[in-house]
């Protein structure tokens, strides 16, 4: 009885798993531009995972190996939005933009913006007026 | 069950590796190369126990630590590649 349940709550997780990644890959492979590429593999990613890894722990049981899927899951969880994070900062601090400012402003401001992101103390002169104008 | 996440997770790691041939910038290639090592985690454990032998999850373990670690490394290199060409003190300020 428990052992049909726990096959069929384990087949459901793995399902799902399989639902969301490849909505992720689909999204991956699809979508127009670069940062919404990323939000569709740096959530799917951490979604599928856990889906299903959990549908693997039902179908291990009491045993070592629920120990070690833990364990990946566990690792998952720390890596994979850190990895995401570092990919959107790398993108920002290089020359692949935020896609709707103007490209023109881009080059002229891309220095004193990146100067700004990563110095904050140093700022206090005319800088923010013509940075609101590159946001918009 | 297993059958069917073992195909679906080929699937994706196809249209990873897609998406990883046709990106047009480097980013794009590191974040399609980023999940393809996440979904090989996921095929190693479920491939452990397809065979019925849960010890190969150690592997999985392994190449967990080593995905991050390459996606990490590859960035750092390629982050002030692009605009950073012409003003080498503050690359080296960061």
Redesign the interface.
């Known amino acids: 009885m428990i052992d049909t349940l726990l096959s069929y709550a384990?087949?459901l997780l793995?399902?799902l798993?399989?639902f969301f990644?490849?909505t992720?890959?689909?999204g991956?492979?699809r979508f127009p531009d670069?940062y919404s590429?990323?939000h569709a593999?740096g959530i799917t990613?951490t979604l599928?995972?856990f889906l299903?890894?959990s549908?693997?722990m039902l179908?291990?049981g009491w045993?070592?190996?629920l120990f070690?899927?833990g364990?990946?899951m566990l690792?998952?969880f720390f890596?994979?939005p850190?990895?995401s994070h570092?990919?959107a900062?790398?993108?920002q601090?290089?020359?692949?933009r935020l896609p709707h400012m103007p490209a023109e402003a881009t080059h002229k401001n891309?220095?004193r913006t990146?100067?700004m992101a990563?110095s904050e103390s140093n700022t206090a002169g005319p800088e923010p007026e013509t940075a609101v104008d590159t946001r918009t | 069950m297993l059958n069917a996440t073992l195909i679906a997770l080929l699937v994706v790691m196809a249209l990873a590796l897609t998406r990883a041939v046709l990106g047009p910038t480097i980013h794009d290639r590191i974040l399609a190369v980023n999940m393809f090592g996440t979904k090989t985690v996921l095929l190693i454990a479920v491939i452990c126990f397809t065979l019925g032998e849960p010890e190969y999850l150690d592997i999985a373990l392994v190449y967990a630590l080593i995905n991050f670690v390459s996606v990490i490394g590859v960035l750092r290199y390629f982050e002030f590649r692009n605009s950073n060409a012409d003003s080498t003190p503050e690359a080296t300020r960061d």
């Open positions: 384990s087949g793995l399902l798993g399989c990644m490849l992720g890959a689909i991956l492979l670069y590429r990323m593999a990613d599928a995972t299903i890894i549908g693997l179908a291990a045993s070592l190996a070690k899927l364990l990946i690792f998952i890596t994979s850190t990895a570092a990919l900062r790398s993108a601090l290089s020359a692949l891309n220095k990146r100067t990563t």
